[in-house]
């Protein structure tokens, strides 16, 4: 049987799976992330064994944590960069993978594969620009736009976009060591761990954390429809909880006050801010869908 | 000979040229925006005039003020929207064109006109994903993404960001109708002379209105580079003095602080924020990039 490899290569963890699909996911296997030489050397040996197994591995595909370079073509692509993750920074992970396994390599960031996997199986499907969030322990944003994922100079770093933070009403200062206050600053799983002294976890439904989480989510969500336009935004990662969907929605509203008149976003907007509609397994599949990808 | 012909449809005037670039434009001429009928019937017997002087009117490319429906196929393609504008709203700009010229008509908004035009003939050649702003009366965004205009839903707003606004430092509320202390509503140049009683103009050069403006202006900038990662972006329009450009360049750098490590935008942004390379004929020459789209 044809087989595509998928590696979500997380800060924390890599997950690889192989299959074809949703339906067809099969021998997921998670492991810490630790060196580049030990993580990518598990990674190798998983897909190994699969290849040993009988089964012909088509292409592997890697939706990684960054800074990355997305871009076929480009001297340094399949790297991660200048990542601060220790010993990660200029890793050729595409270069260690191909040469390892010998099948083509797809590649680019968690989230831009995320909104891949979506637009093939999920909740993107039939739509051609979309963006995907992921908010965790860090905030990312990828985009899919006219069909094609979004690039540009290197590509998208939507977590740290400059947005309002009322200091009276909120006066922690945020948490990215470059931008302070930034949307990652305020708004991703340990900003709001250091904000209220507790995991957000472990915060009722009615803290007031969770009105103050969905304020800085829209306002980032606004930010993005402005500029991208899109015809649907998903939130995923470990912070999204279903009941922070309809305050991210009413927030989104009352923003945009009715100024862009479309239907999508002077409703309701549920159908316009979605969850994943491949939940926990977007990473992967998304994965998958790189490996797709490259192997036409 | 064959011509194409360009509307840059702006709010307060319309300027026509016909002509196949920067070196041929010809026959400028310039009215007030009054009522559609009144104006784009101007905009009719000028272009009239051409086809009876002899030479062929191959198709009239249209950058319009918005919001407009850029998106052809859609059953209010060529229409300018929602605009509270009086009298426009749901005005059928190409459909009036086409039935009275008999010519294929290209539209797009004044912004998208404009970075496609500097696209094909200004400082945006070579390169596939570009922004370009214009600051004047009011503030928009356009976008080339991947070689295509950027649409996605409708298209963007990027006047609307909201950005952080430290009102001890500045307590101008902004006037955005829509938003009040959006983008739009603290650096557009109605903003500029509300906040400080005359106009930009008449503000010298060491004015604090300057290094408030440019802060705004690199928020703006900031918040399109997380999420386009263009490779340049072109500041146009008539509040763009050329004093400004050094300025946002360095707030610009200092607000992302090296987070996204690639030359362009940790060295001086001396080529990567520029002014239009067809200084203030970038909107007509926009729209005839648009009609010459509009003939292939």
Redesign the interface.
């Known amino acids: 049987m044809q087989l595509f490899g998928g590696i979500e290569a997380g800060g924390t963890k890599f997950v690889c799976a192989v299959g074809d699909g949703p339906e067809t996911l099969r021998e997921v296997r998670r492991f810490p992330t630790t060196t580049p030489q030990e993580t990518l050397g598990r990674a190798i040996a998983y897909f190994r064994e699969i290849q040993a197994g009988g089964d012909m591995l088509r292409a592997v595909g890697v939706a990684a944590f960054g ?1 990355v370079d997305p871009r076929p073509g480009s001297p340094t692509f399949g790297h991660i ?2 990542t601060p993750k220790p010993g990660w920074a200029n890793t050729d992970v595409v270069g260690e993978l191909r040469a390892a396994l010998n099948v083509p390599v797809g590649f680019d960031t968690d989230v831009n594969g995320a909104v891949l996997g979506e637009h093939r199986w999920g909740t993107a499907q039939g739509l051609d ?1 979309v963006v995907y969030f992921t908010v965790g322990t860090g905030i990312g ?1 990828g ?1 899919l ?2 069909g ?1 994922l ?9 977590g ?6 009322d200091r009276e009403a909120d006066p922690f200062p945020g948490i990215c060591p ?2 302070g206050d930034c949307l990652e600053g305020l708004a991703s799983g340990p900003a709001i761990e250091a904000r209220w002294q507790q995991r957000g976890e472990t915060l009722p439904p009615d803290h007031p954390a969770w009105d103050l989480e969905a304020r800085y989510l829209a ?1 980032g969500v ?3 429809i ?6 649907r935004v998903i939130l995923g990662g470990g912070v999204m909880q279903a009941m922070l969907f309809p305050r991210v929605r009413r927030e989104v509203r009352a ?8 239907p ?1 976003l002077t409703e309701g907007l549920d159908r316009y801010i979605v969850p994943p509609g491949l939940g926990d397994r977007a990473g992967v599949l998304g994965a998958i869908a790189l490996a797709q990808h490259a192997a036409t």
Chains 1, 2 share one sequence.
């Open positions: 800074p960069t200048s620009t944003g985009a736009v006219a094609k979004l690039h540009g100079m290197m590509h998208p770093e939507m740290h976009l400059r947005i309002p933070h470059y931008h306002l606004v930010n993005v402005l500029t991208l336009s899109p015809q923003l945009l006050n009715g100024y862009i008149a479309v999508a």
